[in-house]
T-cell receptor, first 110, second 118 residues
Framework: DQQVKQNSPSLSVQEGRISILNCDYTNSMFDYFLWYKKYPAEGPTFLISISSIKDKNEDGRFTVFLNKSAKHLSLHIVPSQPGDSAVYFCAANAGNMLTFGGGTRLMVKP | GAGVSQSPRYKVAKRGQDVALRCDPISGHVSLFWYQQALGQGPEFLTYFQNEAQLDKSGLPSDRFFAERPEGSVSTLKIQRTQQEDSAVYLC????????????????FGPGTRLTVL
């Protein structure tokens, strides 16, 4: 039973446009959410996070939105750049454990 | 280097063979995690250390999996009598934080060890 789901395995976006990556969760005990970026042959890198008491967190080109009632979060990247092409994982925290989604591969075309 | 390192980067094992995967965390990092990432999936939690104490091993899939961090620095994940379903990338992560948000905001991953069991 997947508690964190990323339903789109891949996304293709034109350079300069907005990329929107989505994530759904089922466990209402999750109170902290994170996005990671992963390049091939490297480990995931922390990107941005949001606490369950907030509905938005912004850091430069990256914004994470949280809709607790829908148990849904999204990552917006604007403007998208070719260097953003990677696999993006959302993760949710309860206690000492992180639960990851399956990832979405983002391809930003020049 | 200053990051988390893992060795070997690639390991091919015959079914039934024992393997040992090593993680060198960032110097001074108290917390250390092991994750298993199957092909096309996200990382799955295996176990968590704070210094030399293994505080959570609830994610270890069977008693064939064993992890240790005897001196609170380097950690080894050992898999006995490997099976084909053990084929995955094994990720290690370390953090200077010990609780709350700092535990994950400051979490750095190594490049992983890709284990293939034939």
């Amino acid at each position: 039973d997947q508690q964190v789901k990323q339903n789109s395995p891949s996304l293709s976006v034109q350079e300069g446009r907005i990329s929107i990556l989505n994530c759904d969760y089922t466990n209402s005990m999750f109170d902290y959410f994170l996005w990671y970026k992963k390049y091939p042959a490297e480990g995931p890198t922390f990107l941005i996070s949001i606490s369950s008491i907030k509905d938005k967190n912004e850091d430069g080109r990256f914004t994470v939105f949280l809709n607790k009632s829908a148990k849904h979060l999204s990552l917006h990247i604007v403007p998208s750049q070719p260097g953003d092409s990677a696999v993006y994982f959302c993760a949710a925290n309860a206690g000492n454990m992180l639960t990851f989604g399956g990832g979405t591969r983002l391809m930003v075309k020049p | 280097g200053a990051g988390v390192s893992q060795s070997p980067r690639y390991k091919v094992a015959k079914r039934g063979q024992d393997v040992a995967l090593r993680c060198d965390p960032i110097s001074g990092h108290v917390s250390l995690f092991w994750y298993q990432q199957a092909l096309g999936q996200g990382p799955e939690f295996l176990t968590y250390f704070q210094n030399e104490a293994q505080l959570d091993k609830s994610g270890l899939p069977s008693d064939r999996f064993f992890a240790e961090r005897p001196e609170g620095s380097v950690s080894t994940l050992k898999i006995q009598r490997t099976q084909q379903e053990d084929s995955a990338v094994y990720l290690c992560a370390s953090s200077a934080g010990t609780s709350g948000r700092a535990l994950y905001n400051e979490q750095f991953f190594g490049p992983g060890t890709r284990l293939t069991v034939l």
